[in-house]
């Protein structure tokens, strides 16, 4: 098999550029090179392929082969540009996409803002968000459908890297006609006389916890928003984490669970080992600010480092 030629994507510019200035003079002062130079460059190129490109005692006509050489030349050196081009937009944040999922406490109305101050700075970046369980999430980040996660950590998961960010209470969620509405706070025991409504939360609280709050899957509902609508209609109650909570259900009613009290961390959940594209980056760190900048109640601890 011949070995393949050497060819450089500057003598193809210099070639290209012969033929399109209709001389040697005019293509080195286009291409910043001298006259000598650049013929040197056209020399190479032409030992490099075995076969002249311009006619003898031509100023710059090029022979059957330079001119089938000239087209594919002038779609290479576009490619070329292209490409180069969409690197640096990436690299400078001005172009690429960015996947991302969140579990929907933070989906609902954390990331939005977070979302907000990012496409504010740059406008040329395609996003794509999810929300889902954090399992669903760590199954995400490891297959590399997305970038990175907003989640709770994964137990025992090598694969994945976590950063927790804030941690909030678990609350039972009633609505305002139900017996625990008034009451400050609520004993996970105290849950075991009522209707609860399962959730991929409360599945994956410790066993000790579910058993004393006697918790069935007599009707288990995953997504939030249909969730929070069944406590609303009088289906039930619920337990979820304080950041659940939606500002517009104001029929509705967070309270702390106590004995014990538990908090659910959430961080960044992203693939160990493997750094993101400047655009998730910058991604991440406007969530990073949006959370330095706003005021929670008592019932969310910040987490980040100082």
Same mark, same amino acid.
């Given at each position: ?82 490409t180069i081009a969409a690197a640096i ?50 199954? @995400?980040?490891? #297959? ?6 907003? =989640? %709770?950590?994964? &137990? ?5 890297? *976590? ?110 080992? @493997?750094?993101? #594209?400047p655009a998730a980056d910058a991604l991440? =760190? %406007?969530?990073? &600010? ?5 005021? *929670? ?10």
């Amino acid at each position: 098999m011949d070995r393949f030629p050497d060819v450089k994507i500057a003598q193809l510019r210099h070639f290209v550029s012969v033929v399109e200035h209709g001389g040697f003079k005019a293509a080195a002062k286009a291409v910043f090179r001298s006259q000598p130079a650049l013929s040197l460059s056209i020399k190479e190129l032409e030992t490099a392929l075995g076969a002249p490109l311009f006619e003898k005692g031509s100023h710059a006509t090029p022979t059957p082969f330079g001119s089938v050489l000239y087209g594919e030349a002038r779609k290479l050196i576009e490619h070329y540009e292209r490409t180069i081009a969409a690197a640096i937009d990436v690299a400078r944040v001005r172009g690429g996409s960015v996947r991302v999922a969140a579990v929907p406490s933070v989906a609902h109305e954390m990331l939005p803002r977070a979302i907000s101050r990012f496409t504010a700075r740059y406008p040329g970046i395609q996003l794509h968000v999810e929300d889902g369980t954090a399992a669903y999430i760590h199954d @995400r980040v490891r #297959s590399g459908a997305i970038d990175f996660g907003i =989640a %709770s950590a994964s &137990e025992s998961e090598s694969a994945l890297s *976590f950063m927790p960010l804030i941690a909030d209470v678990m609350c039972v969620v009633v609505n305002s006609g139900h017996a625990l509405f008034r009451q400050r706070r609520v004993e996970w025991s105290d849950l075991s006389g009522y209707r609860l409504i399962g959730n991929g939360t409360m599945r994956a609280l410790p066993s000790a916890v579910r058993e004393a709050a006697a918790q069935q899957d007599e009707i288990f509902i995953a997504n939030t928003t249909t969730l929070l609508a069944a406590v609303e209609s009088g289906v039930g109650l619920t337990v979820l984490p304080y950041l659940a909570k939606q500002r517009y259900r104001d029929t509705l009613r967070f309270i702390p669970l106590d004995a014990p009290r538990i908090e659910r961390t959430v961080g960044f959940v992203e693939l160990a080992g @493997r750094s993101l #594209s400047p655009a998730a980056d910058a991604l991440r =760190a %406007s969530f990073v &600010e949006d959370i330095n900048t706003s005021r *929670f109640p008592e019932l969310v601890r910040l987490l980040l480092p100082d």
